[in-house]
């Protein structure tokens, strides 16, 4: 009976979120609907197989709810909003931002083709998808340009927030899985200074901002990924991982 209520309210949720005008997550820009799709089924797959009971699942629910309203907030905005002007907010998360937040429910859709049994990684998913939704809060909220090193914050907690992720999905030891994070967010600076260079964009203010951001990637990296090894994997609380179960 409950599994059928469930599947009921999962149904009534994408057809709010996909239909209703009059829904926040409903916009008139045609690019941002269809990349809400995947996003939004996400949520019901979430709903469905997990359930709004479990916390870890309220709240990757929650977030991932959460930026699809602010991301909505972005479009609809003003092109002279001082929030967004300069920082290509739109593109990115549209395009690259909201496909990301896909890979865990995808990695989790493939394991289940060889075993329906594979339960959903709704604590790690959370994770990962909180980096993003901080990243858009921040521009959102107006953090970024209101406090000089609110960046800072978002940087360590996404090189955190990676690094339990490569720990987890690839059951690989954590000194690796921050060594991965880390160069990953070397190319991500990389990637911000080329952008600002070529498309004329605001993301970086100096070289004192690079070396910041990546000071504090490298120290979320390494103080969740001790957290992840003691309370986690040491502890033996370590969830199955989808590629190697």
């Not at 926040?24 to 019901?44: E, W």
């Not at 929650?62 to 479009?75: E, G």
Request: net charge positive; with cysteine; proline share 5%.
């Amino acid at each position: 009976m409950r599994r059928a209520r469930q599947d009921e309210w999962t149904v009534a949720w994408l057809h709010l979120t996909t239909t209703d005008r009059r829904c926040p997550l409903v916009t008139g820009s045609r690019a941002y609907n269809a990349s809400v799709s995947l996003p939004l089924r996400a949520i019901g797959e979430i709903l469905a197989n997990v359930g709004v009971l479990r916390p870890a699942a309220a709240v990757d629910v929650a977030l991932r709810a959460s930026m699809l309203v602010m991301l909505a907030r972005v479009l609809r905005a003003r092109p002279d909003d001082h929030r967004f002007v300069g920082k290509g907010i739109g593109v990115r998360f549209t395009a690259v931002a909201l496909p990301a937040t896909m890979f865990v429910p995808a990695v989790w859709a493939a394991a289940r083709v060889r075993d329906r049994r594979v339960p959903y990684p709704a604590g790690v998913d959370a994770l990962y998808v909180s980096l993003f939704a901080l990243d858009l809060a921040g521009n959102v909220f107006d953090w970024y340009d209101s406090y000089k090193h609110f960046d800072l914050i978002p940087h360590a907690h996404g090189g955190g927030a990676i690094a339990v992720l490569f720990a987890w999905l690839f059951r690989m030891p954590v000194p690796d899985a921050v060594r991965w994070s880390i160069a990953g967010h070397v190319l991500l600076e990389a990637q911000e200074i080329a952008s600002d260079k070529i498309f004329g964009l605001r993301n970086v203010r100096g070289w004192w901002d690079v070396a910041g951001d990546i000071g504090a990637g490298v120290a979320g990296a390494v103080a969740y990924g001790a957290a992840y090894r003691r309370l986690i994997r040491d502890a033996g609380r370590e969830a199955p991982s989808p590629l190697r179960g």
